[in-house]
Nanobody
Framework: QVQVVESGGGLVQAGGSLRLSCTVS????????MSWYRQAPGKQRELVAT???????NYADSVKGRFTISRNNAKNTVLLQMNSLKPGDAAVYYC?????????WGQGTQVTVSS
């Protein structure tokens, strides 16, 4: 049974930084396609960043140059380093793990950015 758990959210001032962490249990992490999504109140869930098993990354235009996704296969973790945060980045951030055509989600972690 794959379980996905996010942590690291919180309140930060605009211009500040936060680092989100996602830990996956249940095996197979090194072949998982990992992603971070976010959902703000009244808005659809949107893709923030992805990282393939190879380490190849992809980012939404809105976060390019500010956010960095990385993975540590030895620790079964994915990190999302968020710098230069803006009020528009405030949302619940979800970690996704895709393996063998099955998508798993964490419970989400709240990120609040004060102006």
């Amino acid at each position: 049974q794959v379980q996905v758990v996010e942590s690291g959210g919180g309140l930060v001032q605009a211009g500040g930084s936060l680092r989100l962490s996602c830990t996956v249990s249940g095996g197979g992490f090194n072949i998982m396609f990992m992603s971070w999504y976010r959902q703000a109140p009244g808005k659809q869930r949107e893709l923030v960043a992805t990282i393939a098993p190879s380490g190849s990354t992809n980012y939404a235009d809105s976060v390019k140059g500010r956010f960095t996704i990385s993975r540590n296969n030895a620790k079964n973790t994915v990190l999302l380093q968020m710098n230069s945060l803006k009020p528009g980045d405030a949302a619940v951030y979800y970690c996704g793990a895709l393996v063998i055509a099955t998508q798993y989600w964490g419970q989400g972690t709240q990120v609040t950015v004060s102006s």
